[in-house]
């Protein structure tokens, strides 16, 4: 199947700094990538849907000043985390999907820890 | 997209038959079934997906009943690493709104 990654895998920052985590599908083009985060022992929550080109599209609750999200390529979205704060600790996840199925590849995640 | 039910939790004894049942009573007449899994502290890895007919892949086979309000993920041969949150999603469109899911435990 198709191979999406994130980087880094684990980030560790300062409450106040912002932190920017890359996902990449490496061997096809991703016309859509969303990004999700997932607190222990929760199911994964929806955050943004970005198509390559175009302002993202937010959930409700989810603040767009504070998850700034870049599509800029085909192959990259780029989630960064401003002026982050312990609440922000999660697992963030990262999808691509191609533009002839729904379907959507996982990435491995990024355990975000704010201290 | 249509709100899925799954139980919990579930144990299959290694080399048996895994069974992971889904109701989606209010699924619409172009939604999807996807079913996804997600080993611990790692993104979710796709399955099987249908529409109306049953589905066989490599991985697992899905049976949806003929009113499409539930289906069945099956697991065929269940080993160790088979153990983890199975996930089926209703979907219309590209968005994929994750239930609880159902945390199945493959006992030796």
């Known amino acids: 199947g198709a191979v999406v990654s994130q980087h880094p895998s684990r980030v560790i920052c300062k409450s106040g700094t912002s932190v920017k985590i890359e996902c990449r599908s490496l061997d096809f083009q991703a016309t859509t990538m969303f990004w999700y985060r997932q607190f222990p022992k929760k199911s994964l929550m929806l955050m943004a849907t970005?198509?390559?080109?175009?302002?993202?599209?937010?959930e409700q609750g989810v603040e767009k000043d504070k998850f700034l999200i870049n599509h800029a390529s085909l192959t990259l979205s780029t989630l960064t985390v401003t002026s982050a704060h312990p609440e922000d600790s999660s697992f963030y996840i990262c999808?691509?999907?191609?533009?002839?199925?729904?379907?959507?590849?996982f990435g491995p995640g990024t355990r975000l820890t704010v201290t | 997209d249509a709100k899925t039910t799954q139980p919990t939790s579930m144990d299959c004894a290694e080399g048996r038959a895994a069974n992971l049942p889904c109701n989606h009573s209010?699924?619409?007449?172009?939604?999807?079934v996807y079913w996804y899994r997600q080993i611990h502290s790692q993104g979710p890895q796709y399955i099987i997906h249908g529409l109306k007919n049953n589905e066989t892949n490599e991985m697992a086979s899905l049976i949806i009943t003929e009113d499409r309000k539930s289906s069945t993920l099956i697991l065929p041969h269940a080993t160790l690493r088979d153990t983890a949150v199975y996930y089926c999603i209703g979907v219309t469109g590209n968005q994929f709104y994750f239930g609880t899911g159902t945390s199945l435990t493959v006992i030796p």
């Open positions: 209010t699924i619409s007449g172009n939604e999807y």
């Open positions: 970005s198509n390559e080109g175009s302002k993202a599209t937010y």
């Open positions: 999808s691509a999907s191609g533009s002839l199925t729904y379907e959507q590849y």
